[in-house]
């Protein structure tokens, strides 16, 4: 089974080096000798299409698979990310953890190759100082770790997405919870008080919710934390442009690991979740129990993407921390270790200022 393909190389006019996508200019610009070279979509690429779902579950035809140019593809025996990149390569260690246990990677059939990305648009030096302002911002982290140059390990990173299209329809029924007050009297401490009671008078109610979801994103990827993802989101959809290598010159790619028909269901359960805090808002009342809901779904559609990625990772003492920034839209959100001494001092204030408030109380 040969590997699959990925990035295809892009010379320069001036020099004839590798010419890399550079998000500041959004041109492809020779890092040697600084030319920047023109490049156009290829028109055979068409325009970006959705994909039907069920059809796809069933048979994915040939030609949509492949990357378009030959390429090493490599699994971290640490992590367990697979990458690909440029075969001649060498010295390669995992973009995503850093370890050099990188073994090639033999895929049972070639891969669903992406219909659209999202290229850079927040230059390599952008995010680094915006790394920095993050940094000096935590408080927390212990004073060496802020003085050391972590952004000059930063690296720029494709990472797959799945997004799904689908009308759904969902009939709901639940039992809808009025309140209402009463006056109730009661003695205590030798005292007559009159208080407000709180009930709740419920009826049965039923409704159906109907809403298009559009772009549900699942991500495809394994190497950045779920949560850290999510802080980073959204990728605009909107703005995705047609597959074409030329963006993809000069950075890494990651390979999917979410299949399809695992990615279908993640976000069928994403989508079932919204439907229900959509029934749940059209329940008249003040309150509710017992929601069922039964939603179906048609004219479903799935895109594969690639998105663009900054990331930090690093070793402080025993354990890993990454940050990653939005490549599009400059979000970020990372780890970083904690000053114990740090933590112990504010424990020490708040002790302080509760004994304070209690002083004062008595």
């Known amino acids: 089974m040969p590997d699959i393909s990925a990035l295809a190389k892009y010379p320069c006019a001036a020099c004839g080096a590798q010419a890399e996508w550079n998000p500041a200019k959004q041109l492809l610009v020779c890092p040697f ?10 028109e055979a690429t068409g325009s970006i299409e959705e994909i039907d779902l069920a059809k796809t579950l069933r048979e994915l035809p040939d030609e949509q ?5 030959d390429k090493r593809t490599v699994q971290c025996q640490s992590c367990k990310a697979v990458t690909v990149f440029d075969p001649d390569r060498v010295g390669q260690n995992c ?27 927040v230059s ?44 759904a329809v969902c009939p709901w029924d639940a039992e809808a919870g009025h309140y209402y007050y009463t006056t109730e009297t009661v003695r205590q401490n030798g005292r007559t008080e009159t208080r407000q009671v709180r009930h709740v008078r419920w009826e049965p109610a039923s409704g159906e919710v ?31 442009v047609p597959y074409t290598t030329a963006f993809l010159s000069g950075f890494v790619v990651e390979h999917y690991q979410v299949v399809l028909f695992d990615a ?16 749940a808002a059209q329940i008249p009342g003040d309150t509710y129990r ?20 900054w990331l930090l990772t690093y070793n402080y003492g025993a354990r890993a921390f990454q940050l990653v920034a939005n490549g599009y839209t400059g979000q970020m959100a990372g780890q970083y270790p904690k000053s114990a001494w740090k933590i112990a001092l504010l424990v020490v204030v708040a002790l302080i200022v509760l004994l304070i408030f209690l002083y004062l109380q008595d």
């Open 33 to 42: 000798c600084g030319t920047s070279t023109p490049f156009k979509v290829d």
């Open 65 to 69: 698979r492949g990357w378009m140019t």
């Open 95 to 121: 973009e995503f953890c850093g370890s050099p246990a990188l073994v090639d990677y033999t895929e049972i059939k070639a891969p669903i190759r992406p219909q659209s990305l999202l290229p850079f648009k």
């Open 124 to 167: 390599q030096s952008q995010v680094r100082e915006q790394m920095r302002a993050w940094y000096a911002s935590k408080w927390l982290a212990p004073n060496a770790f802020k003085t050391r140059a972590l952004v000059d390990r930063v690296h720029g990173l494709y990472i797959p997405y799945w997004t799904f299209d689908a009308q």
């Open 210 to 240: 109907q809403h298009f979801f559009d772009d549900e994103p699942v991500p495809g990827t394994q190497g950045i934390p779920l949560p850290l993802l999510k802080q980073v989101e959204p990728f605009p959809t909107s703005e995705l």
């Open 264 to 279: 279908a269901q993640r976000s069928q359960e994403a989508m079932t979740a919204q439907l229900r805090e959509m029934s």
């Open 290 to 309: 017992n929601l069922q809901i039964h939603p179906s779904f048609s004219n479903q559609t799935f895109k594969h993407i690639l998105v663009p990625v």
